[in-house]
């Protein structure tokens, strides 16, 4: 099973960037789907997830008001717009999928895991 994580890249501070996660193997529209991220030196954390059934959302609290996340079905596609990008912002960028319909945050639930797509924040 894959997931495909893309549309990581080089921005400057307050720019935006939008993620992108598809899979070849998985209807996602039956998973929930999430975002995580890992910094250099530290710890792997959540980032949002979005609900298969209801679409609902969930962030975690630096993710708030920042990052918004989407799926479009009919491409099979999750996504993670992000604003206001900061250097701490910088990282990884993994999305997983989790079987059971309704959003966590957490690691441990997760099925599938993409690769991950690198988003640096810089001047």
């Known amino acids: 099973v894959q997931l495909q994580a893309s549309g990581g890249g080089l921005v400057q501070p307050g720019g935006s960037l939008k993620l992108s996660c598809t899979s070849s193997?998985?209807?996602?529209?039956?998973?929930?789907v999430a975002w995580f991220r890992q910094a250099p030196g530290k710890e792997r954390e959540a980032v949002s997830c979005?609900?298969?059934?209801?679409?609902?959302?969930l962030h975690a609290d630096s993710a708030k008001g920042q990052f918004a996340i989407s799926r479009d079905n009919a491409k099979n596609t999750v996504y993670l717009q992000m604003n206001s990008l900061k250097p701490e912002d910088t990282a990884v960028y993994y999305c997983?999928?989790?079987?059971?319909?309704?959003?966590?945050?957490?690691?441990?639930?997760?099925?599938?895991w993409g690769k991950g797509t690198q988003v640096t924040v810089s001047s």
């Open positions: 997983a999928a989790d079987r059971a319909p309704h959003c966590t945050l957490r690691a441990a639930n997760m099925d599938y």
């Open positions: 193997d998985l209807n996602l529209d039956t998973y929930a």
């Open positions: 979005i609900s298969a059934r209801d679409g609902g959302t």
